[in-house]
């Protein structure tokens, strides 16, 4: 039964609806003034004076602006009707400014079938996918190019608190994580009072000066999920790493072969591996991987929290009667978990394998099971 507010969600949406679309039309303004003037350079230099913004910033937002007002849009479309946010256009914006100009379309539209109910980051992973399918060379390009970009980087703080970051190859820099995120939970499983991101940070410092001790035992589960297609050889379709987004097929068979990661063959047209079933209330390994098979990430819309990390939870409670099985089975982030069992939203494992979530009020939104694609 859903719950009665004095200030509604219903009524917030309108209000966010109302701000997306004057972002719409600022935009829209400025690639038009733009153009009646002729001179870029100096038309940025008027929007950085009434919007406050320094001209190297006020010159890229024209740039978007343009590209809105051009190329992408379908994508100024949407922003105008409020379907999506300032972020989600910005991650349409960066993942095809460098394409070529026939191939933006398709990532363009991708990226719309599934703006509802992904987040931006997780919009910017099935961008890089299709990217991966249209376009493999000129990725491939982007990549060795910014590769030789790659660098460490102390970036300095306040009050004695810094930043340090690593720009590489992605696929490494998901290896790395997860391995310092498995030495953190041992710590946590051995009496460690630390809170995770603490753990991980202290770590991280210490493997890097050579100081940490106990790493040899052990070792991070990364899940390379591929069609026995790819596996063989016989298609360049993208792979996924679990938690991490698409990965090209080459670097999925080349990581398969060595053996580092675990691979997980799907059947290549439902995606999901066979059925598996136990009395136990806990699932087994092989049931968790299964689902993982299925589900990559927390089963919420918009929650990116990979589902390795996640709670399995019971769709309909083992306290009443529900199997420990595939279809009676989902990854939930903790936050997620608490939102289902104390904040009053519920949710529904459709068929088709989608999530269907209830909030309090009442208003629902699903997830699907895959992203949503053109042909």
């Keep these: 039964m859903s719950e009665s507010y004095e200030y509604t969600a219903d009524g917030f949406e309108v209000l966010v609806k109302r701000h997306r679309k004057d972002a719409a039309v600022m935009r829209s303004y400025a690639a038009r003034m733009a153009e009646e003037r002729g001179d870029y350079e100096f038309v940025a230099d008027v929007i950085g004076e009434v919007m406050g913004m320094s001209p190297r910033r006020a010159a890229n937002w024209l740039e978007v602006a343009q590209a809105l007002d051009g190329p992408l849009r379908s994508t100024f479309e949407a922003l ?7 972020e989600r256009m910005q991650a349409i914006y960066s993942k095809t400014q460098w394409l070529a100009a026939d191939k933006v379309a398709a990532v363009e539209q991708v990226a719309l079938d599934n703006a509802l109910w992904s987040s931006p980051r997780e919009l910017a992973g099935i961008m890089d996918e299709e990217i991966l399918r249209v376009d493999p060379d000129g990725y491939a390009d982007r990549k060795s190019r910014r590769m030789h970009q790659r660098k460490l980087e102390h970036r300095t703080g306040s009050d004695g608190v810094s930043t340090l970051a690593i720009t590489g190859d992605e696929a490494t820099n998901h290896a790395i994580t997860q391995h310092v995120g498995a030495l ?36 991070a589960e990364i899940i390379i999920h591929l069609t026995p297609d790819i596996l063989a050889g016989f298609s360049d379709a993208p792979a996924q790493v679990a938690g991490m987004g698409p990965i090209a097929a080459e670097v999925a068979r080349d990581y ?70 595939i279809c009676n089975l989902l990854p939930l982030c903790r936050h997620h978990h ?20 209830t909030t309090d009020e009442g208003r629902v939104i699903t997830k699907p099971l895959r992203p949503h694609k053109r042909n």
């Design 80 to 86: 105008l009707a409020g379907e999506i946010c300032e």
């Design 256 to 325: 398969a072969a060595k053996g580092d990661w675990y691979r997980l063959v799907e059947d290549p047209v439902t995606g999901v591996g066979i059925k598996a079933e136990t009395k136990s209330r806990f699932p087994t390994p092989g049931m968790r991987r299964l689902l993982f098979s299925t589900h990559k990430t927390c089963s919420a819309p918009f929650c990116m929290a990979a589902a390795v990390t996640c709670d399995i939870d019971h769709c309909r409670r083992h306290d009443d009667g529900g199997k420990t099985c």
């Design 184 to 219: 953190a939970k041992k710590l946590r499983r051995d009496g460690d009072e630390r809170e995770m991101d603490q753990l991980r940070c202290d770590i991280s410092q210490q493997l890097l000066l050579g100081t940490f001790e106990g790493a040899g035992e052990v070792k």
């Design 338 to 357: 608490r939102l289902k069992d104390e904040g009053n939203w519920n949710y529904t494992k459709n068929p088709d394998g989608s999530v269907k979530w």
